[in-house]
């Protein structure tokens, strides 16, 4: 009787520990080589060489001449890409939304330019955007002969191209994303708007988009996650500092710059700012994806 | 069998569709072929303006005499006449041409057989050979001497970032499907929140710290690094898959005598092993396709991903090696995106566990 009580209350014992050894592994990882070094780079922003305390390294990023410059493209970029971007994905998405022969082949093709390394991409458009490369190849054929400097224009004209090859990369796949949230959406619902008398605006505006908002809301924050991060693109195509983004400064200031003493210091604060900004974003994001609220119970 | 009359209205709107949809396709695929057809092209091709439309699979030559000795010229498609390429006596100097610069290798004896019947009255003489169309792939790995152990290096890191992340985040996976706990919440808040901190902000700390543990520079380095984003990613995946396991088949097993550790490796990893497979290709596209964290923690052991980086910012030379490259470096991505595709749709609308 008392052995098999303690068998009993052994069991529990396990049952409740099980859990914890379980993820022990995660969050010892996540303490050493997650938290720590993120501990690390924000206590040493705050250090000068000395290891007093200062401002003087973010004082540093704050009067860089290219400071303001990166963080004005960084939020050009992110603010006309991600909307671009999705009022065009939404836009295809609504004019393909049906069920057609070949679908399952055009949807993997229009995962493609997602799926490539960014290396891949610039590798693409920068033997595209040079003036022998295949778009002027391309108008040549189709009759324009007069060879178009697509790399030599204005500041606003290398981000517009950037935000044109940052479309080309993500719109296939937000379109998908976008169908199949509208092929969720059930005929029924959509007739009855028909049925008490709505035009298509009207039936898109009230039905439809509300029901995707929280697969557009969703999306829309992941990327502008990594349009805040986008800078190898940039790099590979004109280089370093002609148009500095916040990422760009990082690896700028810690591969081309690494001799100076500064240069870490620069690297470390541009890296504390992409964070602070990106952390900001993520929060949202999990505030609107219910991360906040408690888990659903489990089986 | 009867066919149903198809309308005409209906027919031309089928049409449209269908126009409007390949013509997509073509928009999102046009660059990808190019950079195909890139790599493809012998020295000379890329380096024509307009490039050619496709590569050419055979190089037609003609031969005669010139002012130094033989008078070499190739076809051109596009203006449909030989041009003029070459003008010497010495034969090696027409083998390596061929070779280098139209990627139709001849050997010498080959060469000094269209020489004899040039010789024997045939003026010009005419002939072609096949082009390598893997030459420039051959020659990116030749040239860029650090490219082929900076690719095993890569696999060898994915490899080790899979391991990393299946044991551990699939342990924790299973935790969340199976049980509820004290600071589950907060955990899985941390995971998501982890899941989306740029990579970038812990490479540059991880830089002192991989080098008081010897791991800078080093392939063991970088999967420490990657395993942060892709435990928190297959903690996701792996729970989603255990809970859709019953767990019922457990606890038949258990009354059957199994000790549950056994249940669980008899009855619920078998039913896994799928999900557990998309993981892992999950992870290996994040690791094989990240470069900054890469530039960072590297010096003289670069990944893949970064030699290609640097032969595309160096060379403006050699477009179409540097095309071969990129497309080394895409050609798994897609393969393994093809395997994960329903997961990755998922992930974009929003993740819970």
């Known amino acids: 009787m008392a052995v098999a009580t303690r068998a009993k209350s052994s069991r529990k014992f396990w049952t409740k520990v099980t859990p914890y050894l379980l993820i022990l592994p995660v969050v010892v990882y996540y303490a050493v080589f997650w938290l720590r070094p993120v501990f690390s780079t924000i206590v040493g922003s705050f250090r000068d060489a000395s290891g007093a305390f200062t401002f003087e390294n973010y004082l540093m990023v704050f009067t860089d001449p290219d400071f303001i410059p990166a963080l004005r493209n960084t939020a050009i970029l992110v603010v006309f890409s991600v909307t671009l971007e999705f009022l065009l994905a939404l836009f295809l998405a609504l004019l393909i939304n049906r069920k057609f022969t070949g679908s399952a082949v055009f949807l993997f093709l229009a995962m493609i330019p997602m799926a490539l390394p960014s290396v891949a991409v610039g590798a693409m458009w920068l033997t595209g955007l040079t003036s022998h490369g295949w778009i002027n190849s391309l108008l040549y054929y189709l009759g324009v002969e007069q060879k178009i400097y697509w790399l030599a224009g204005s500041e606003w004209s290398l981000l517009a191209l950037i935000i044109v090859i940052d479309a080309w990369t993500v719109i296939p796949s937000v379109m998908i994303i976008l169908l199949a949230g509208l092929q969720n959406i059930p005929k029924e619902v959509e007739e009855a708007g028909y049925v008490f008398g709505g035009d298509y605006l009207t039936v898109l505006r009230k039905i439809i988009i509300p029901i995707l908002n929280p697969t557009i809301q969703t999306a829309v924050i992941l990327r502008l996650i990594s349009a805040i991060q986008i800078w190898l693109v940039i790099v590979l195509l004109v280089g370093f500092s002609r148009l500095p983004v916040l990422v760009e400064r990082i690896v700028y200031y810690h591969e081309e710059m690494s001799g100076l003493n500064i240069s870490f210091q620069m690297a470390s604060g541009y890296t504390i700012i992409v964070t602070a900004i990106v952390s900001i974003a993520a929060l949202f994001y999990l505030r609107l994806s219910g991360a906040f609220g408690k888990s659903k119970e489990v089986r | ?353």
Do not use: C
């Open chain 2, 1 to 353: 069998m009867v066919k149903k009359p198809v309308k005409f209205g209906k027919l031309i709107r089928r049409t449209i569709f269908y126009l409007f949809v390949t013509s997509l396709a073509v928009v999102i695929l046009l660059p990808v072929y190019f950079l195909v057809s890139l790599s493809f092209l012998s020295t000379r091709e890329a380096y024509a303006f307009p490039l050619p439309i496709a590569p050419a699979l055979k190089i037609k030559y003609s031969m005669t005499h010139g002012e130094r000795g033989y008078l070499l010229s190739v076809y051109d498609s596009f203006d449909g006449e030989y041009q003029t390429v070459l003008d010497t006596n010495e034969l090696e100097k027409i083998s390596e041409y061929m070779r280098y610069q139209l990627g139709a290798p001849m050997s010498i004896p080959e060469i000094e057989e269209q020489i004899s019947v040039l010789e024997s009255g045939t003026d010009p003489v005419e002939f072609s050979s096949r082009k390598n169309l893997w030459l420039n792939y051959s020659t990116f790995f030749k040239i860029t001497r650090n490219a082929l152990p900076a690719l095993l290096r890569s696999l060898q890191i994915a490899a080790m970032t899979i391991i990393i992340s299946i044991i551990i985040g699939g342990m924790a996976g299973y935790a969340f499907a199976r049980y509820t706990f004290a600071g589950r919440d907060a955990l899985k808040f941390s995971i998501l929140f982890v899941r989306m901190f740029p990579g970038v902000a812990i490479a540059l700390p991880m830089v002192i710290i991989l080098a008081n543990i010897g791991f800078y520079d080093r392939p063991i380095g970088l999967s420490l690094v990657y395993s942060i984003g892709s435990i928190a990613l297959t903690i996701w995946i792996t729970a989603s898959i255990f809970l859709g396991i019953p767990v019922t088949l457990e606890e038949a097993a258990v009354v059957f005598g199994a000790t549950k550790f056994q249940a669980f490796l008899r009855v619920t990893l078998p039913l896994a092993l799928p999900g557990l497979a998309a993981a892992a290709m999950y992870t290996f596209l994040g690791a094989w396709n990240e470069t900054v964290s890469a530039i960072i923690l590297t010096q003289f052991n670069p990944t893949f991903s970064v030699v290609v980086y640097q032969s595309l910012l160096g060379s403006v030379g050699q477009v179409n090696l540097a095309a071969a490259g990129g497309l080394v470096m895409a050609f798994p991505s897609v393969v393994f995106t093809f395997f994960i595709r329903r997961y990755i749709n998922q992930m974009w609308g929003g993740m819970t566990i």
